[in-house]
């Protein structure tokens, strides 16, 4: 008799260590579901696998609780049974185990066990337990469990993928502590509109990109532009900002959305003086006379905008608009080669904590006064 109550049938499947059928990989690439059977008692293995084998699925057997996550460590299944009543380890302390572990704590689990007081059934629940089943158990009760649980995996592991493809795809644009932020919550996220924020606004610009241009090859054009890109996004992303687009040879970035850290500001500033040691060594790589001629301008300013999606459901930017916006471009713009220009409210924020000369006013498109603008030297 077994612990369902009933004959045995004949198998010629050994107790442990055995993995049957043809499963294999992870997501999504097994042709069978494999499911990681975990008892100390042979008879109860051996029933166990001939039912799931006989169901079509993969199995592996584990005679104890070390066993059982050495298996799991190896290659993961996709639903384990576990009995609670176990020398060494009990089916407890496995769950416990699995349900803490970062890429297993999703991996369904049944307890199979004799003890059916309420307090065992608590203790199950506290360590994380997806199932029961109380021995004697019915055979058609436990398929009937078996596939509601692997089709929960499954599910699970279709968002799982699809979360791994979003998160991909936002990386493009921000630092990986911001993904995780965003997938969080990415509906809310996601959605079209916008919010007042206050952020730090960065614009980076060339400077005699165009003459270059005009005058080399497509090819000798794209190979430029991305290698003095790929340094300045990547700063963008060290010092946790948000890389908002690429306009022809400038760059648009911001700090303070959609994560303020608090020190926005400041790392904006950072962000723009590493920029130009990395434009300075790139420069200087360069044999080309043409372009040890070309520069870094930079534009920054602070203040409320409106931030969000903008665009329509099929194609959006998460990006910034507002007159604090226009006014770190037109900054940019007024920059010569190797300058970083900012605003009188960036200079007044960071008072005493920056060493900034001021220049004559800049003129900016729809404000009938100049404002005042202040070449930053270094955060001190």
């Known amino acids: 008799m077994d612990l369902s109550g009933q004959k045995i049938p004949a198998t010629s499947s050994s107790i442990t260590n055995t993995v049957v059928g043809t499963g294999y990989g992870r997501e999504g690439k097994r042709s069978k579901a494999h499911i990681l059977v975990v008892d100390d008692v042979p008879a109860n293995v051996e029933l166990l696998e001939a039912l799931l084998i006989t169901d079509g699925y993969d199995v592996t057997t584990a005679a104890d609780g070390h066993e059982a996550l050495d298996f799991v460590a190896e290659d993961e299944p ?15 302390e496995v769950c416990e185990q699995l349900k803490a572990g970062e890429t297993t704590r999703f991996i369904p689990v049944v307890l199979i066990t004799a003890l059916d007081g309420l307090e065992d059934k608590l203790r199950g629940i506290a360590a ?72 730090a606004i960065l614009f980076a610009d060339i400077r005699g990109f165009t003459s270059f241009s005009e005058n080399t090859s497509a090819e000798k054009v794209v190979e430029t532009l ?45 962000t723009a003086l590493d920029m130009q040691e990395s434009f300075k060594r790139i420069r200087e790589g360069w044999s080309d006379p043409q372009l040890k001629t070309l520069g870094l301008g930079i534009g920054i300013n602070y203040g409320e905008v409106i931030v969000g999606n903008v665009g329509s459901e099929r194609l959006m930017d ?25 605003s009188e409210t ?35």
């Open 318 to 342: 998460y990006t910034v608009i507002g007159d604090k916006v226009n006014t770190a471009q037109r900054l940019e713009q007024s920059a010569q080669g190797d300058q970083i220009l900012i």
């Open 78 to 92: 996709d639903l384990v049974l576990l009995d609670v009543m176990m020398p060494g380890m009990n089916g407890f």
């Open 128 to 199: 994380g337990a997806d199932d029961f089943l109380t021995k004697p158990f019915n055979r058609q009760e436990l398929k009937a469990r078996v596939r509601s649980l692997l089709r929960i995996r499954r599910l699970h592991n279709e968002v799982e993928q699809k979360r791994r493809v979003l998160s991909r795809l936002l990386n493009r644009y921000v630092s990986e502590e911001i993904v995780n932020t965003i997938l969080e919550n990415p509906e809310e996220r996601m959605q079209l509109g916008g919010e007042k924020r206050e952020i």
């Open 346 to 380: 960036v200079y007044n924020l960071m008072a005493g904590r920056i060493k900034a000369t001021e220049i004559p006013p800049v003129t900016v498109k729809g404000k009938r006064e100049p404002v005042r603008a202040y070449l930053l030297e270094t955060i001190l």
């Open 226 to 270: 991305n290698e003095c890109f790929h340094d300045i996004t990547e700063l963008v992303f060290k010092h946790r900002g948000t890389f908002d687009k690429y306009l022809g040879d400038s760059v648009l970035a911001f700090y303070g959305a959609p994560i303020s850290y608090g020190d926005d500001l400041e790392r904006c500033l950072q």
